[in-house]
């Protein structure tokens, strides 16, 4: 009998839908909701039928090779200097643009108002959009993250630290930055220095890193903590600017400086500086938090902590279409380092003051 040769490869027969649903016993639909990777299989089914599929040598050819669609969503707070998008997540969301751009990659964008079913909503938005990868700007609430981690999807986090939960999370240094801030203001002499923060800043794990950044500098020279020297305020130019003219003119709580929790605060606190007929920096500095570009172009320009927010929406952009091609890849969190930006409203005093 005549031998024959078979090649070391043969051709693929291309594998398509109705097969794998046929040896999976599930509808073709099915099968295409689970290949798109979109909301609503569960994880039982999805795993069934990626399976077959793999066996079937499916993903060789047609499967989705790179994410198509990524969904931000942006939460607003109450103490925030209004709805929609501030400075802050206006950068972020450039940065994410430019690598959905250079990708070619589709971008939706949603605010997450306050009073609405946070998971709910983003859930909804995802099935009506076919999002397959979602980023979440500073949306602080643990059992939001719990939920949307349970969609078989890649998420990253933005300037929220829910680093437990195993999620890739992107945010600024806040601790070391805070604790740079306060020490610039030490360097300069100061020793009385009035942080200004939000109500809920024990909340929210980012503005609470800025507080013990602020705590730590001053333990580290030996001044011990005195509470009064915590401004608790909404974080909107017009309530600091009132909460701080209030103190200057009770003149029950004497400070030579201010370290405020983001630049908002600390603009509204340059103003009740001014109506109190006191001078920055010549009576009292000011340091922020994010260095907005409006704060450049202050009299005086203010000093603030430099956050690249247009890199950290970059970054999480591109880990996003990592994760969707490496879905086990080990979960990172990356703190950016935060700059400071030296300008005209911090002045030196002496150590006596």
Do not use: W
């Amino acid at each position: 009998m005549k031998e024959r040769t078979l090649p070391d490869s043969l051709p693929m027969r291309r594998v398509h839908l109705r097969d794998i649903a046929k040896r999976a016993g599930v509808s073709i639909s099915t099968v295409s909701r689970v290949l798109n990777n979109v909301y609503g299989i569960s994880d039982d089914l999805r795993r069934q039928v990626i399976a077959v599929a793999t066996e079937m040598g499916y993903y060789d050819s047609f499967a989705p090779t790179k994410l198509r669609h990524i969904g931000l969503f942006t939460a607003t707070f109450s103490d925030g200097p209004g709805l929609g998008l501030d400075n802050f997540h206006t950068a972020i969301l450039h940065g994410i643009e430019a690598e959905c751009r250079q990708h070619d990659i589709q971008l939706s964008y949603s605010i997450v108002e306050q009073g609405e079913q946070g998971s709910a909503f983003i859930s909804r938005k995802i099935k009506e959009r076919q999002i397959e990868g979602v980023l979440l700007a500073s949306i602080q609430e643990r059992e939001v993250i719990e939920q949307l981690c349970g969609l078989n999807m890649p998420i990253a986090v933005i300037n929220a630290d829910h680093r437990e939960l195993l999620v890739d999370t992107f945010l600024p240094a806040n601790f070391t930055g805070a604790l740079q801030a306060t020490q610039h203001l030490l360097a300069h002499g100061h020793r009385r220095i009035l942080h200004i923060t939000t109500p809920i800043y024990t909340s929210r794990r980012t503005l609470h890193q800025r507080y013990e950044g602020y705590r730590t500098a001053m333990q580290e020279v030996g001044i011990p903590f005195d509470p009064r020297l915590v401004l608790e305020s909404h974080l909107r130019v017009d309530d600091v600017r009132d909460a701080v003219y209030d103190l200057l003119i009770a003149n029950k709580c004497q400070f030579t400086a201010i370290f405020a929790v983001n630049d908002e605060a600390a603009i509204g606190a340059m103003h009740a500086i001014h109506e109190a007929g006191k001078r920055v920096p010549e009576d009292i500095s000011v340091i922020g938090f994010d260095d907005i570009p409006t704060s450049a172009l202050l009299t005086p320009a203010l000093t603030s902590m430099y956050v690249d927010c247009k890199e950290m929406g970059m970054l999480a952009a591109r880990r996003l279409m990592d994760r969707f091609q490496h879905p086990d890849a080990t979960t990172i969190c990356v703190e950016l380092a935060c700059k400071l930006k030296s300008r005209q409203s911090v002045g030196v005093i002496s150590t006596s003051s």
